[in-house]
């Protein structure tokens, strides 16, 4: 199956937002727009991440995925604030095609067994957020937006979310989110294979050759934002730069 490339909005308060390493956050625009904008480039899903619905201790705004769903022809997953059968199925009712889950699955993992069950493994995303642990070969989990160490080994806690029912793992480089040094290939390939299921590389992207990279460490998708958000490249750009390179995409 082709790779898909697939546009990031942060956001915060119904406004697009962005960092580095989940920090300093800034404002990257309308939802919206950006989602409408995307679509038309080219792009093949989109995922929408409130990143301040865990931290905040609330639910994530229905009424933003309402307003990216009107104008969005492509699946579409929003992740942020699910703790609960009902909170993904408010989401689901609003537009999604498919839920993440981060820190409330951490906490229970139960929770995505329940999900799995009740809307199948093809709608649950497992979202881990991963930095370095200075072990060679280990990453550790955070949650809370990147903010709490979870005490778990990454690839371990992918294999099981992944037999509990998610049926994709989008994984993110705490260390490269929004740095644009490329993907961390050494994660991307760890996770990979660890599980059977697609792992979206998320964390890091700049060229074409970064998402390159990432497909060929084992990738079955590619996440963007800084570089889109700033105006940096576009993804029907990327797409004709990794068809020049050799590497197929979904058109």
């Not at 904008?37 to 989109?46: K, M, R, V």
């Not at 994984?171 to 792992?199: F, H, M, N, W």
């Amino acid at each position: 199956m082709r790779p898909r490339l697939i546009p990031c909005l942060d956001v915060r308060d119904g406004r697009v937002v962005k960092g580095v390493r989940f920090r300093g956050l800034r404002d990257a625009g309308d939802p919206r727009a950006a989602a409408e904008a995307y679509a038309a480039q080219g792009a093949d899903e989109l995922v929408l991440l409130d990143v301040a619905a865990t931290p905040e201790a609330r639910r994530n705004a229905v009424e933003t995925v309402r307003a990216v769903r009107s104008v969005l022809p492509i699946p579409l997953t929003v992740g942020g604030g699910v703790r609960s059968v009902q909170d993904a199925e408010r989401l689901l009712e609003a537009g999604a095609d498919k839920v993440g889950v981060n820190s409330a699955a951490v906490a229970r993992p139960a929770l995505i067994t329940e999900l799995a069950e009740r809307f199948g493994d093809q709608c649950v995303v497992l979202s881990i957020d991963a930095a370095a642990t200075g072990q060679a070969g280990r990453w550790a989990v955070f949650t809370h937006g990147g903010r709490r160490a979870a005490g778990l080994d990454a690839a371990s806690w992918a294999r099981e979310g992944v037999g509990r029912g998610a049926g994709e793992v989008l994984l993110t480089s705490v260390d490269r989110d929004g740095g644009k040094e490329g993907y961390d290939l050494a994660l991307v390939g760890a996770i990979a294979e660890a599980v059977q299921v697609p792992v979206v590389a998320s964390g890091g992207a700049r060229t074409a050759a970064d998402l390159a990279n990432a497909l060929e460490a084992g990738a079955s998708a590619v996440l963007m934002a800084s570089i889109l958000h700033d105006g940096e490249t576009t993804v029907d750009r990327l797409k004709n730069e990794l068809a020049a390179a050799g590497q197929e995409t979904r058109r």
